[in-house]
């Protein structure tokens, strides 16, 4: 392999791996935004994220984590995919729910109120649909989404989209520093 077919495997990683990154982001501040917010709460549109635009970086993050885990534990059927992300995402939102409180000595979310709630940290509505995100996410749209990249692999103006998009989330990146969060419970 020459020192170009390198550059452009690599280039090609990381292209990959940063579409699913800012996918993941998108649809997770869908499902805040607009989904919690909108029509579950009907409290209206409110930017749940902590950037201004349309991501929310820990549903990317997130999604390499199970990726991650689902791969070294090889589940790839549907009802273990279900059941194992709803547990991994419950486990997480605890474990993140004490270490928030820990470090900001506030609450980010509190499930008081909903069925089946644990000191307000986790309940089962929410861990059911994270189960359901992850499952849309690993057996639908994951799949989708290495297909359609195989296709469009070479196109310039997929390069140019995703140069694009890249700039403008490293720009909501830097400009958070000087104006503070936007995050909104």
């Not at 917010?37 to 929310?56: A, D, K, Q």
């Not at 059927?77 to 059941?83: A, N, S, T």
């Amino acid at each position: 392999m020459n020192t170009k077919e390198k550059r452009e495997k690599i280039w090609n990683l990381f292209r990959d791996y940063m579409e699913y990154f800012l996918l993941y982001a998108l649809c997770g501040w869908i499902y805040e935004s607009v989904w919690c917010c909108m029509i579950y709460h009907r409290r209206g549109f409110i930017n749940r994220g902590f950037l201004f635009g349309p991501w929310l970086p820990i549903y990317g993050f997130g999604f390499f984590i199970i990726l991650g885990i689902f791969t070294l534990l090889k589940i790839k059927k549907h009802v273990p995919v279900f059941l194992c992300g709803m547990f991994i995402a419950t486990m997480a939102e605890l474990a993140a729910s004490y270490i928030i409180d820990a470090a900001l000595g506030e609450k980010m979310w509190d499930y008081t109120g909903y069925f089946l709630n644990f000191d307000g940290r986790i309940a089962l509505v929410p861990s059911l649909m994270f189960g359901l995100l992850i499952w849309v996410a690993i057996c639908l749209i994951q799949p989708a989404v290495v297909k359609l990249q195989g296709k469009i692999r070479t196109s310039k103006v997929h390069n140019v989209i995703f140069i694009v998009i890249v700039i403008l989330f490293a720009v909501d990146l830097i400009c958070r520093i000087p104006f503070g969060s936007n995050c909104v419970g």
